[in-house]
């Protein structure tokens, strides 16, 4: 499931696959309690060379919260963000003007990374700049917004990125001035 849905709250540890990267890469384990069982890998069990961290900004995973599933893949490597194999997001559905982008941020520990989560979330283009500039073209040109946008843990980024989230909302609360029919909500 998490390298299907690598960004789903709750994983084995209690994180999500791509936090408890950004945990391991920070301190050494999926968390600070989890650092006194770590060991290193042993000669049989090597690391695929090609291996990376998953990287929000460009890999592109399934939304967990929406409700059309593919089918799962006959072959597991088609789930590993890493391989040419990799199956990525399914085909650019129809645009639904009604539809519903839930946006997790629990994860988000910089700017960056929140920008990252936007452009993957919203589907900015390959070349979006990662600033609140670019945000603004992209919400107002160069997307198909939601009609309805959640962000969920959202009090988890206020903490984290205080600036950030605050930047974010005023940028959604301008955004909301200026297009009838849209709404945000932000889940703690």
Not at 56 to 65: I, N, S, V
Not at 87 to 92: A, I, L, Y
Not at 115 to 126: A, E, M, Q, T
């Amino acid at each position: 499931m998490q390298f299907r849905w690598p960004f789903r709250p709750g994983g084995a540890n209690q994180w999500s696959l791509a936090e408890a990267q950004q945990n391991f890469r920070a301190y050494g384990a999926c968390n600070q309690r989890g650092r006194r069982f770590v060991r290193p890998p042993a000669d049989d069990e090597p690391v695929d060379p090609g291996w990376r961290p998953i990287d929000p900004a460009t890999d592109l995973f399934e939304d967990f919260a929406g409700e059309d599933y593919r089918p799962w893949p006959d072959d597991g490597s088609a789930l590993c963000w890493w391989l040419p194999s990799f199956w990525g997001v399914p085909e650019e559905p129809a645009h639904d003007p009604n539809r519903e982008v839930v946006i997790d941020v629990g994860s988000v520990r910089s700017e960056r990374d929140l920008h990252g989560v936007l452009k993957r979330d919203l589907g900015f283009p390959s070349f979006y700049g990662m600033n609140w500039d670019a945000f603004w073209d992209a919400v107002t040109g160069l997307v198909e917004m939601p009609k309805r946008l959640r962000f969920v843990r959202w009090a988890e980024l206020e903490l984290r990125v205080p600036l950030a989230a605050t930047m974010l909302r005023d940028q959604l609360k301008r955004y909301d001035e200026t297009v009838q029919g849209f709404s945000v909500a932000y889940e703690q």
